[in-house]
């Protein structure tokens, strides 16, 4: 059994986080500048020396000092007098760095396919039409053996749906221009704020995040995240994409000593903002369910009405800063948080979310049964790293020295829609059927053309007097054999959306 992690104490009670109930989920809350970052560096830490990988989303790029050690400054070591706090030990902990955008850490790349057409919805903020639309380019991407890899890919499968519309229209349903215009438009959005560097191969390996270094100590993996806060969409499906990606490929373990891994969304408020039903309840489908995977998931976030009640429910360990109850909405949230955590005799909740100091913050944490401890008015400890963001040269050096050096750097650009739908591949059979009817025609002479000629159009159809096509045996079996094979290929696609929840499948 693993040692518990001490977190926050006064001068007559301290507050251990136990890793075997760490899988059960909690929430970070409090206003901006209350000391939240430093809760949640303080807990990443600890969790690291347990030998716990995690991982987390760097907002301010203040994160990064985790990798350094710390040391005690005159204000540090004023406030833990006051406060009546030991010096911590100053140690710096095993830092992976990030980056979508591959600037200022290894580069995090997923293929449109394994986004998902719901993700992507959600991403580019389509109405229920457009999602519908999107939706069956995917399909038809699918029947056709078409690999959707980056967004090249995305936006040829857009244009060849949209140009043959009325082809798919009896069998797939209604495709309008309009709805495929919409989404071009998100696509380009989405391309300009960066995300053509997201999309791609070679893609994330989840894997990567679980890992102990020479002394056990666990992973922090660090995602640079404060200019990927411009895109708060792009933010909100990245993160999201990545926990359905630990629910899909982690196996169920049940309760562990400690968990494989624990996850950190920072600004969680974004993930629920507007959110369709269907995708909240997915949400809270995947959190519940991802506990038995051994990955424990932790919102942080400003207010707790951010979260919905069926998702905060399943949120065991809590650690809450002061709130301002300056409107009606913050007043109402200091009541809703104060009924929600366990009280303590001679403790009035409520007063004392508004009093709370920098620093200090009311903490409920999971007992040894699972049940959640008395409220505890306690001084969060300060952590044994850096306060504050590395230099460049630290960096640069830190991404030099990693593991993952170079493994993720190289963008691969393999055969996919965007080729096919150009013509090097399927196409060339339907232009075997053309070269193969414009020989027959020229073999027929003036005198068999009504017999052959009605042979030739039966094979290979005609074309009418206003110059549509018909076809004829030939292209309805070659179409018919390249269906068959787009199937079967299809069906293997990677398409991760939100696990097996919605009945998508992985390629083995």
């Keep these: 059994m693993s040692d518990p992690i001490l977190i926050a104490r006064n001068r007559s009670t301290q507050c251990f986080l136990l890793p075997q109930l760490v899988n059960r989920h909690g929430l970070i809350t ?24 995690v991982f987390l989303a760097d907002v301010k790029g203040d994160l990064t000092g985790m990798s350094q050690t710390g040391k005690l400054s005159d204000k540090m070591a004023a406030v833990l007098k006051e406060r009546g706090l030991d010096t911590p030990a100053f140690a710096a902990s095993p830092v992976t760095l990030w ?12 293929t449109v396919s394994d986004m998902g057409p719901l993700l992507l919805a959600r991403m580019l903020n389509l109405n229920d039409t457009q999602a519908g639309v999107l939706n069956l380019v995917f399909k038809i991407a699918d029947d056709n053996g078409l690999l959707l890899l980056d967004l090249k890919d995305l936006r040829a499968m857009l244009q060849h749906v949209g140009e043959n519309a009325k082809d798919y229209t009896s069998e797939y349903g209604n495709i309008s221009a309009a709805s495929v215009g919409a989404i071009q438009r998100g696509l380009l959005q989405i391309d300009e704020q960066g995300g053509n560097r997201f999309f791609g191969e070679p893609m994330l390996d989840i894997h990567d995040f679980m890992q102990t270094d020479g002394n056990g100590h666990g992973l922090v993996n660090i995602l640079a995240a404060d200019k990927l806060m411009n895109s708060p969409r792009l ?7 990545m926990l359905s990606e630990l629910f899909e490929q982690l196996p169920e373990v049940g309760d562990l000593d400690k968990p494989k891994l624990v996850f950190f969304f920072d600004e969680a408020h974004l993930l629920f903002n507007e959110a369709p039903k269907a995708l909240v309840e997915r949400i809270e489908l995947v959190v519940r369910l991802v506990r038995s995977k051994g990955v424990g998931v932790y919102f942080v976030t400003q207010n707790p009405l951010d979260i919905p009640d069926s998702v905060l429910g399943q949120l065991g360990n809590r650690v809450q800063h002061v709130l301002r109850a300056f409107t009606p909405r913050d007043q109402k949230a200091v009541a809703a948080t104060a009924q929600t955590m366990r009280p303590k005799k001679g403790l009035d909740i409520e007063a004392a979310i508004t009093e709370l100091a920098v620093g200090e913050a009311l903490v409920s944490l999971l007992d040894e049964k699972g049940r959640p401890g008395e409220t505890e008015r306690v001084f969060v400890l300060p952590p044994g790293s850096q306060l504050g963001p590395i230099t460049p040269e630290q960096r640069k050096l830190l991404m030099a020295e990693s593991l993952l050096a170079g493994v993720y750097e190289k963008t691969v650009d393999r055969e996919s829609a965007y080729e096919k739908i150009k013509g090097r591949a399927p196409a060339m059979d339907e232009h075997a059927v053309s070269q193969a009817r414009q020989s027959m025609q020229t073999a027929s002479t003036p005198a068999d053309n009504g017999v052959m000629g009605q042979v030739s159009e039966l094979l290979f159809g005609s074309t009418g007097p206003r110059g549509g096509r018909h076809d004829g045996v030939a292209q309805l079996v070659v179409r018919s054999a ?10 293997e696609i990677v398409r991760g959306v939100l696990g097996g929840l919605l009945g998508g499948g992985r390629r083995r």
């Design 30 to 53: 409090g206003a901006t500048g209350s000391g939240k970052t430093v809760t949640l560096q303080t807990m990443a830490e600890g969790l690291s020396r347990t030998g716990v990988p």
């Design 99 to 110: 980056d979508v955008f591959g600037e200022q850490g290894h580069p995090v790349r997923a």
């Design 235 to 241: 933010y909100a499906t990245f993160l999201l994409w």
């Design 482 to 491: 390249v269906r068959t094979v787009g199937s079967a290929i299809g069906r």
